[in-house]
């Protein structure tokens, strides 16, 4: 039911067919509506990942981000990692940088004195990787290299497995023969 038929429906039925009536009523209704709509729209923002172009800008003001995207997905998620960040840092709050990350599914370890990032899910080098790179020396600590592990498909995961419209699919970085990169 509208805002219009509400505040109808609320008055005497003698006054319900009236056309000054109805008149002031939708002229009501429409103003309802529009704060009902910018009530929406602040809600929004109050979450990364339905921030507007508006929202996304005042956070990038705040948490004093240069946007380096004009992706909403992307800038939505340095944001959520640049909040995140003003936590202590340890290995989880990096795993927790990586999952905020829009192509997350990366996994996190602390290993013979280096941070290592495994992408999991994705081959080859994702997409946006600058950003989640910029985050991440953000927020490490600096005497502590990071190495990045990528996955890529291999010879034996492609020959007499996959038919060629199954290899047209992947890109021609994801067919790399190197897996590991600092």
């Not at 990045?148 to 492609?158: D, Q, S, T």
């Amino acid at each position: 039911m509208s805002i219009k038929d509400t505040i109808i429906n609320l008055m005497n039925v003698v006054y319900r067919k009236d056309d000054f009536i109805n008149a002031v009523s939708e002229a009501v209704s429409n103003v309802c509506q529009n704060l009902i709509d910018a009530c929406d729209i602040i809600k929004n923002n109050f979450f990364f990942d339905s921030l507007n172009d508006d929202g996304a800008e005042w956070w990038e003001a705040t948490l004093k981000i240069t946007p380096t995207s004009t992706d909403i997905e992307d800038r939505q998620a340095k944001i959520q990692a640049k909040w995140l960040s003003n936590k202590h840092n340890t290995v989880s709050l990096i795993q927790t940088v990586c999952n905020s990350w829009k192509n997350g599914e990366t996994d996190v370890d602390f290993i013979d004195g280096k941070i290592q990032i495994e992408f999991i899910a994705s081959y080859g080098i994702p997409s946006d990787f600058e950003s989640l790179q910029e985050s991440i020396e953000e927020i490490k600590p600096a005497h502590l290299p990071l190495e990045w592990v990528y996955k890529y498909l291999l010879k034996k995961e492609i020959h007499n497995v996959m038919t060629k419209s199954e290899m047209q699919t992947y890109t021609k970085n994801q067919y790399c023969n190197v897996g590991v990169g600092e």
